[in-house]
Antibody, heavy 122, light 110 residues
Framework: EVQLVQSGAEVKKPGESLRISCKGSGYSFTGYWITWVRQMPGKGLEWMGRIDPDDSYTNYSPSFQGHVTMSADKSISTAYLQWSTLKASDTAMYYC???????????????WGQGALVTVSS | QSVLTQPPSVSAAPGQKVTISCSGSSSNIGNNYVSWYQQLPGTAPKLLIYENNKRPSGIPDRFSGSKSGTSATLAITGLQTGDEADYYCGTWDSSLSAGVFGGGTDLTVL
């Protein structure tokens, strides 16, 4: 069974750093992109970027480029989303999702993590 | 402002049919596959339709997708109260080299 399990909720202060994780199981982790999606409170889905877990190649949305860093450790089938300096506006639910097979034109997100709520408040 | 345009809300009675539109451009819908997602309240999104009109295993055939030019449509027949959710279209944007979503449509089953 394909599963993506994300780390738990976080409460941070502005200016702090944070890394959240997404562990894949039940499939070849290096065969599929991992995409990160933001959902701010009461708002819609926003595509942040994706990472190839095999070589850590990334595509960032222009809206998120420079604000977050995506990484992966294929030895433990885990992808990460990281902030060096959090802002209150980073408060949101963050989802990881499996993107269609690497090397194909598939762009759908077929399996999703349960989400990680990040709250940034002084 | 989302790259893909969806109506904010739609509604219909139980048993009826509803359609949700998703409008884009040649850099996204016009030249890439479209997918649709259902997000029930308080849960993670779920894939409903991929590659314009394909259903993942377990998705009932009450849900169907289509694409024409730079627009796509999700149709839901035999509406049930359990279908009340937010629905999102998504695709790749070749100009942005990034994925994009619509703003989402809130479905109410009256």
């Amino acid at each position: 069974e394909v599963q993506l399990v994300q780390s738990g909720a976080e409460v941070k202060k502005p200016g702090e750093s944070l890394r959240i994780s997404c562990k894949g199981s039940g499939y070849s982790f290096t065969g599929y992109w991992i995409t990160w999606v933001r959902q701010m409170p009461g708002k819609g889905l926003e595509w942040m970027g994706r990472i190839d877990p095999d070589d850590s190649y990334t595509n960032y949305s222009p809206s998120f480029q420079g604000h977050v860093t995506m990484s992966a450790d294929k030895s433990i089938s885990t992808a990460y989303l990281q902030w060096s300096t959090l802002k209150a506006s980073d408060t949101a639910m963050y989802y990881c999702a499996r993107h269609g097979p690497i090397g194909t034109s598939s762009n759908y997100l077929d399996y999703w993590g349960q989400g990680a709520l990040v709250t940034v408040s002084s | 402002q989302s790259v893909l345009t969806q109506p904010p809300s739609v509604s219909a009675a139980p048993g009826q049919k509803v359609t949700i539109s998703c409008s884009g451009s040649s850099s996204n819908i016009g030249n890439n596959y479209v997918s649709w997602y259902q997000q029930l309240p308080g849960t993670a999104p779920k894939l409903l339709i991929y590659e314009n009109n394909k259903r993942p295993s377990g998705i009932p055939d009450r849900f169907s997708g289509s694409k024409s030019g730079t627009s796509a449509t999700l149709a839901i027949t035999g509406l049930q109260t359990g279908d009340e959710a937010d629905y999102y279209c998504g695709t790749w944007d070749s100009s942005l080299s990034a994925g994009v979503f619509g703003g989402g449509t809130d479905l109410t089953v009256l």
